[in-house]
């Protein structure tokens, strides 16, 4: 259902009113011939059937997010590289800066050995960086840790999708996350204001994007065998 709030209504009221008291008009001294009269008012009518058209098509959700600066996401961008590269030193003290956890798994194997199968998808094939933990529990942890992505500096980040993990016998399969399709709308000033506006908000320097980085982080026993292509970390 969709609600229009007084306020535009109004507008839309006044437009009309002012264009029916232009084309009326008999006065020659406030808007001149007869043709100029028409013009204004046509002009007026047009005013009020786009505000008309605006309404209908505003979106459903609004987001009032700040729109990120190619300068913040270069930022942003450097601390996702500082903290991938500080892990294979096994410093995780940059990770929840740069990343944030957004699912955990946790899966009991009475094996020695475990297989990690990585399979591409649509976006290639997934990360894996692991760890050994120092007791023998019988536990494989694993977190998928993703970095903020923008496009044209805006925050897309949660509406990306989790890998899949499938624990079978002693093979550990990681499925690619799945595509996401992400449409939205962002009103901007037109031309003739931005070329004078000094607000950097409406810059080209907003125009960029982001594409965040991300992997999974296994923690698993110390006496169990992994074999697969992953990478290790303190060793």
């Known amino acids: ?98 990343f944030f956890e957004k699912k955990k798994w946790s899966f009991s194997t009475d094996k020695k050995s475990l297989d990690i199968v990585l399979t591409e998808g649509e976006t290639g094939i997934m990360s894996v960086l692991a760890e050994r933990k120092n007791e023998n529990d019988d536990e494989i942890e694993a977190s998928y840790y993703i970095g903020k992505s923008y496009i044209d500096g805006v925050d897309f980040t949660e509406e990306l999708h989790p890998p899949e993990l499938l624990l079978n016998g002693q093979q550990l399969t990681v499925n690619n996350p799945t595509l996401v399709t992400v449409s939205f709308s962002r009103f901007s000033p037109g031309f003739a204001y931005s070329q004078f506006s000094k607000n950097e908000h409406f810059s080209q320097e907003n125009r960029s994007s982001v594409i965040g980085r991300d992997f999974i982080l296994l923690k698993v026993p110390n006496d169990i065998e992994i074999k697969g292509d992953i990478s290790w970390i303190n060793e």
């Open 1 to 98: 259902m969709i609600i229009i709030s007084f306020l535009p209504i109004l507008i839309v009221f006044i437009i009309v009113a002012f264009g029916i008291g232009i084309m009326r008009s008999n006065t020659k001294v406030s808007f001149g011939t007869r043709k100029i009269r028409w013009i204004l008012g046509g002009y007026t009518f047009i005013l009020a059937i786009a505000t008309v058209i605006s309404l209908s098509i505003l979106p459903d959700h609004k987001n009032d997010q700040k729109v990120a600066t190619a300068a913040e996401m270069n930022k942003i961008e450097n601390a996702q590289n500082r903290a991938v590269n500080n892990l294979y030193s096994g410093n995780l003290d940059d990770l929840d800066k740069a």
